[in-house]
């Protein structure tokens, strides 16, 4: 039984992405043709199938610029970057998206770790890091094993260096990926979606207005409470905003 279910499922699977291959298809195609309305229907409905490609995401960010709406295009630009740090092209449009918004933020010095934290720990993605390390440990299974096997003093001296340095990289590795897990899950972030929004000192409609933001700006999540956030923006300043003016990464 278990196996029937187990194939139904791959049967299933292969069937919706095999579907989504040919939606994608269609709508690039239509987004080629310059029908961005219609193009984005097709991404959306290849999205409401959780299937999470930087691909789609990069094109739906694509189709969003090309229509002028700026949230949601920089919103999808940074999922892209999420999935994949190294996707050039994301960068490059993120940062032309980003000139077309109103707040103009200027971010907070960082400090030595936070510079290596951005600079290293997070130039790959979590699940990136540990296939690196995944691979670098099956690297020193077969190196031990080799070791283990042969006859040779010089090969033995060889293997027995290099499945060390495997295993103690495979170990590095698996602290950053934990450190990148435990840093993205602790910085959740989100993007203004609101024209304009006000952010207040309080999570109250007649609390003081602390300051105003526009769409597109990227804002930290700090805490929630009801139908309120507290956020962070990148020069320091805290407050809360309503929760449905952004859309959290």
Do not use: C
């Not at 049967?11 to 961005?36: H, M, R, T, V, W």
């Not at 919103?75 to 998206?97: C, G, R, S, T, W």
């Not at 109103?102 to 290293?120: A, M, S």
């Not at 956030?229 to 407050?239: L, S, V």
Request: without cysteine.
């Amino acid at each position: 039984m278990k196996k029937i279910i187990v194939i139904i499922v791959l049967i299933f699977s292969s069937g919706l992405y095999a579907q989504a291959d040919s939606l994608f298809a269609k709508a690039n195609k239509l987004y080629q043709n310059e029908n961005y309305n219609e193009a984005l229907k097709l991404y959306k409905e290849i999205e409401s199938h959780n299937i999470n490609s930087d691909d789609l995401f990069y094109n739906m960010a694509n189709t969003y610029y090309r229509m002028n709406k700026i949230a949601p295009a920089i919103y999808y630009y940074e999922k892209v970057i999420l999935q994949n740090p190294m996707h050039n092209d994301a960068q490059f449009n993120l940062a032309f998206a980003k000139r077309m918004t109103i707040d103009n933020i200027e971010p907070l010095p960082k400090t030595v770790l936070q510079k290596i934290n951005q600079g290293f720990i997070m130039k790959l993605s979590y699940n990136t890091w540990a296939w690196l390390a995944v691979s670098l440990a099956f690297l020193f299974a077969i190196l031990f094993l080799l070791y283990h096997f042969s006859y040779s003093s010089g090969h033995k001296r060889l293997y027995f260096i290099t499945s060390f340095i495997s295993a103690f990289l495979a170990l590095l590795i698996i602290a950053i990926a934990y450190q990148n897990y435990k840093y993205s899950k602790a910085n959740k972030e989100a993007i203004v979606f609101s024209q304009k929004t006000e952010v207040k000192t309080a999570p109250t409609m007649a609390s003081e207005v602390s300051f105003e933001l526009h769409e597109g700006t990227k804002v930290k999540v700090l805490e929630s409470l009801d139908n309120w956030k507290k956020i962070k923006i990148a020069d320091g300043k805290i407050g809360w905003m309503v929760g449905d003016d952004l859309k959290e990464l």
